[in-house]
Nanobody, 123 residues
Framework: QVQLVESGGGLVQAGGSLRLSCAAS????????MGWFRQAPGKEREFVAA????????NYADSVKGRFTISRDNAKNTVYLQMNSLKPEDTAVYYC????????????????WGQGTQVTVSS
């Protein structure tokens, strides 16, 4: 079973950047699609980005394309989310999760959720 721990969240001004990390335990990390989701207060959890096991294929939500970059380092069992040009509407708790389908944006297709890390973007 993979256990995930997110870090790197914080408070940033609009236009700023943050880099989130998701560290995984277990030897099967490199076999999985890894995804980032976010959930704002009062809203449903929404897909942000996903990356294939090799890192060779990536899927982004339209709302973050051109601003966010997902990457992974299988030697370190870690997946990253570089977030640039942040907007107040990016404010949410960000979660990483493992999945099986790169092009699924449905949270029910992902599992082993981490505890999340808060990102707050001030205007």
């Amino acid at each position: 079973q993979v256990q995930l721990v997110e870090s790197g969240g914080g408070l940033v001004q609009a236009g700023g950047s943050l880099r989130l990390s998701c560290a995984a335990s277990g030897r099967t990390f490199s076999r999985y699609v890894m995804g980032w989701f976010r959930q704002a207060p009062g809203k449903e959890r929404e897909f942000v980005a996903a990356i294939s096991w090799s890192g060779g294929s990536i899927n982004y939500a339209d709302s973050v394309k051109g601003r966010f970059t997902i990457s992974r380092d299988n030697a370190k069992n870690t997946v990253y989310l570089q977030m640039n040009s942040l907007k107040p509407e990016d404010t949410a708790v960000y979660y990483c999760a493992r999945g099986s389908f790169l092009y699924s944006t449905n949270p029910t297709d992902f599992g082993s959720w981490g505890q999340g890390t808060q990102v707050t973007v001030s205007s």
